[in-house]
C-alpha cells in the first residue's frame, strides 16, 4: 500500500497545501490476494485556498492487492463521520477522477442520493463491489465517489461509455443490488459531456451598436 498520511482517521489531517503527487501502487506482497486492477484513492474538500477542482484533490493511496486496500481504508475517517463539503474518490490506478480525463470523457455516472446516516454503509458496499470485479461490464468502471453535502449524501459510480445502454444498464441493476436499493429509489445517468457543458462559464456574445455609436 502506497500512502502518504501515517494516519488519515480525521481527514482535517489531511494538509490541503501539501505535494499531491500521485504514486503508483507497489505489486502484492508474499500470500497477498492481488486485485484485478491497481486502485487509487483520493481525497477532495471545498476550501477558500482552492480555486479549482484540480487544486482541492488530493492523492491519499494506492493499492493492488486486498490487503493493501484495508491497510489504506481503516486508517479513512469513514464518510458519514466527515464534516463539510468533501469527497472520497476510488478509481482505477492511472485514471484521474476529472470529466476531462481520457478514460472519463466519453461516459458518465450512475448518481443516488442518500439521507444522512446512510454514507458509510453504502459507500463500503459500492466499492467492495467494484473491488471483487460484480459488475460484470469488463474494463467499464472508471471509479466511485462519495460527497458529503449537507443536506444529503451522494453516490456516484462513473463508467467509460455513455451510448452503451445495455452496459449502464447492467451498472444501474447491479447497483440497485449491492446497496440493496428499494424498487422505487430515484437513480439519475448523467453524460460527462452534459456535466461539463452545464460547469462552462457562460458567455455573452458583445451588444451590436450602430455605426459611430459608441458604448456607454
Known sequence: MNNKFEALKIEDDIDEDQDDTFRPAPTPGPGEHPLQFNYSIWFSRRSPK?????QSLKFVASFASVEQFWSA???M?????MMGHSDYHLFKEGIRPMWEDDANKMGGKWIIRLKKGLASRCWENLILAMLGEQFMVGEEICGAVVSVRFQDDILA???RTASDQATTTRIRDTLKRVLHLPANTVMEYKTHTDSLKLSAPRITAPRQLPPGQLPL
Request: zero cysteines.
Open 77 to 81: 475517517t469513514h464518510p458519514g463521520d
Open 73 to 75: 481504508y481503516s486508517h
Open 50 to 54: 482552492n480555486t479549482t477542482y484540480d
Open 157 to 159: 459510480l462513473w463508467n
